[in-house]
């Protein structure tokens, strides 16, 4: 259970959240600047990531994008994910349903480890992401491969091949940003 700190009579008393509460605020109120504040208060505990992952599986879209939201949020502030959180992170993306959700995936991929083992499930998560209508999703996805690469070098081939496949992307966009991953991955491979 995560620690929030409460004040009261003049001193701190510590109040177990559970993976319940944080889902509560999904309910109503979705990721806004309540649940942020809430949540990054709490950055350091593992068990708020711990709830947090549980909630993946969720069939519900919003449940779904607030959860991946709030844990990119916590891997852009340098929160420490361990090897079993992230190995079930990625172990949670065939259920991942919504294109927010998936999103929020591929943008937290720099800021995070991929553990051995998990690299053949980035890899599919990344490749059916590019199937996706959406131009930003698919974007993102392209980077998600640079950042496979980057952190496994056996699948520098790999992601080149797929950024080949992207050259007939429609989007100009997204061209553009395949050429910058381009760049950066000729110091890589």
């Known amino acids: 259970m995560a620690k929030a700190k409460k004040k009261k ?11 319940h509460r944080v889902r ?5 109120l979705g990721p806004g ?3 942020e504040a809430a949540v990054l208060r709490q950055r350091s505990e ?7 992952v549980l909630l993946l599986p ?5 449940i779904q994008t607030g959860a991946t939201w709030l844990l990119k949020r916590l891997a ?13 992170i990625f172990d949670s993306l065939t259920d991942l349903a919504h294109w927010e ?28 992401t590019l199937l996706e209508e959406n131009k930003f999703l698919k974007a993102w996805a392209y980077n998600g491969f640079y950042e496979l690469a980057k952190q496994h070098t056996e699948y520098c081939e790999y992601a ?6 992207g050259e007939t992307e429609k989007s100009a966009a997204v061209r553009a940003r395949i050429r910058n991953i381009r760049k950066a991955m000729k110091n890589l491979c």
Not at 24 to 28: E, I, T
Not at 106 to 118: E, F, N, T, Y
Request: hydrophobic fraction near 35%.
């Open 58 to 62: 969720e069939k519900e879209s919003e």
């Open 101 to 128: 959700a998936k999103l929020h995936i591929c943008q937290m991929l720099q800021h995070v480890r991929i553990p051995k083992g998990s690299e053949k499930k980035v890899a599919w998560f990344l490749e059916r």
């Open 9 to 19: 009579a003049g001193k701190d008393v510590v109040e177990k959240v559970s993976p």
């Open 76 to 88: 852009e502030k340098e929160t420490r994910f361990s090897t079993q959180q992230l190995a079930t």
């Open 33 to 35: 600047l309540i649940t």
């Open 46 to 52: 593992k068990s708020l990531i711990n709830g947090l």
């Open 24 to 28: 509560r605020f999904f309910d109503k």
């Open 160 to 165: 080149m091949e797929q950024l080949d496949r």
